[in-house]
């Protein structure tokens, strides 16, 4: 398995945040369910994304039981569900936005499966270039996690606010790209305030390794955002942007121009 020392000129993932620390920025990394509101508009929002200041984006397969999604995020999937969008057509939405930021495909793993042994590289070539997979712990697929590790994309590993020291360490050398670094127990979703815990967590996550680690869960004011950058690399907000693209593509953007700002202080 790849050790999580990848070099910069392999690892686009790894290169944005290293631009990124050289200026002492965080990056702003935001969630979209791809096909959600519809195709052409997911598109759309990417690009917009992309133009607010994201510095990597997480592409959200559809599935039909994201069990670790909260309803916002599952409300999303569905929808692009109905408009046919599937793993291919995900694809097809990153390709067409030809972003110039790193993307992340975000999946459960049965999607993965699906799309056959030849998945991954076809991923990397529309554009992808990390993968994260919700529902593979470390240790429960040695195969499918060398499988991953050994791909194209950089594999973001997960890790929860309980999860011990040594196997924070474990997960990470597994790894490439970041740690996403959940904030709270639960399903994703907004919340009023972020975890007391969290500062504890995020400073076992730092000691744990030396790759950049980002925060996600419950993030969706400025306000969370700059409280989470203090502690992070990087901040991941989902749920808050998903619900804005409901009613538009032009608010989702103006919430993610916000929480740029709020990630840099301004």
Not at 21 to 40: I, L, Q
Not at 120 to 142: F, I, K, M, Q, S
């Amino acid at each position: 398995m790849a050790s999580g020392l990848a070099t910069i000129s392999s690892d686009p993932i790894a290169a944005r945040f290293a631009s990124l620390r050289e200026v002492s920025r965080k990056a702003f990394v935001p969630y979209v369910t791809a096909g959600h509101p519809d195709p052409n508009r997911s598109v759309e929002l990417l690009q917009g994304l992309e133009d607010a200041g994201a510095d990597v984006i997480e592409v959200g397969v559809p599935f039909s039981d994201p069990l670790a999604d909260g309803a916002v995020i599952q409300a999303s999937s569905q929808r692009a569900l109905e408009h046919g969008v599937r793993l291919d057509d995900v694809l097809e939405i990153i390709s067409r936005a030809a972003l110039t930021v790193p993307v992340v495909l975000f999946s459960y793993l049965n999607p993965l499966l699906r799309g056959g042994d030849d998945v991954l590289e076809r991923a990397a070539a529309a554009g992808a270039h990390g993968v994260l997979v919700t529902d593979l712990p470390l240790g429960a697929d040695p195969e499918r996690e060398r499988w991953f590790a050994e791909s194209p994309l950089a594999f973001i590993r997960l890790v929860a606010p309980t999860t011990p020291a040594e196997r924070m360490a474990q997960i990470a050398r597994t790894g490439r790209g970041f740690v996403y670094l959940i904030s709270r127990l639960g399903v994703t979703g907004e919340q009023a305030t972020l975890s007391p815990e969290l500062p504890r967590t995020a400073a076992r996550l730092r000691a744990a390794t030396t790759l950049p680690v980002c925060v996600g869960f419950g993030i969706s004011r400025p306000e969370h955002a700059r409280a989470a950058a203090q502690l992070a690399d990087g901040v991941v907000v989902g749920s808050a942007i998903v619900r804005a693209a409901d009613r538009s593509v032009a608010d989702a953007i103006a919430l993610a121009k916000s929480l740029r700002l709020g990630i840099d202080g301004s």
